[in-house]
């Protein structure tokens, strides 16, 4: 088993940070290596939904379970793919105006991806931070929503 763990601070409001990672058909939009996110299950987002994603050209599949969701404090989920099967927590705290949003994942390779482990968590470590980073950048680079008094709310 690999452990990746990391955090970043995200200058949006907590709701939409939980709000956007809870929902993996966000994903593609952050994370390049994402081609495509479905909802296997009815809306609302919730506790026990899942998605299914297509990662890359080789279009490898994976099913993403949310195995505990606390908004907008906690998600936890189980992805599962032919190659490893993917468990942990995202938490959400907020940080001065902002959100720290911080990711603990235990990794377990399957197959002949297991001779592979000992890249798993250095590999694992640059990819979320990749993702994450990305999330960084779409979420507050987006246009800050007008108040009902119709003036602009400062959301960092």
């Known amino acids: 088993m690999a452990r990746v763990r990391g955090s970043v601070?995200?200058?949006?409001?907590?709701?939409?940070?939980?709000?956007?990672?809870?929902?993996s058909r966000n994903e593609p939009s952050f994370n390049p290596a994402m081609t495509e996110a479905e909802l296997l299950t009815p809306e609302p987002v919730r506790l026990g939904s899942r998605f299914r994603a297509r990662m890359g050209k080789g279009r490898m599949e994976m099913v993403v379970e949310?195995?505990?969701f606390d908004r907008p404090h906690r998600l936890a989920s189980l992805t599962t793919s032919s190659m490893m099967e993917t468990s942990g927590t995202v938490t959400f705290t907020p940080d001065a105006g902002a959100t720290l949003m911080a990711w603990d994942w235990q990794v377990h390779p399957k197959g002949w991806f297991r001779a592979l482990s000992p890249l798993v968590t250095p590999l694992g470590r640059r990819q979320e931070r990749r993702i994450w980073a990305g999330l960084k950048r779409r979420l507050e680079l987006q246009p800050v929503p007008a108040s009902t008094d119709g003036s602009r709310r400062n959301a960092h």
């Open 66 to 68: 949310l195995t505990e």
């Open 9 to 23: 601070r995200i200058a949006a409001p907590l709701e939409q940070v939980f709000d956007t990672v809870a929902d």
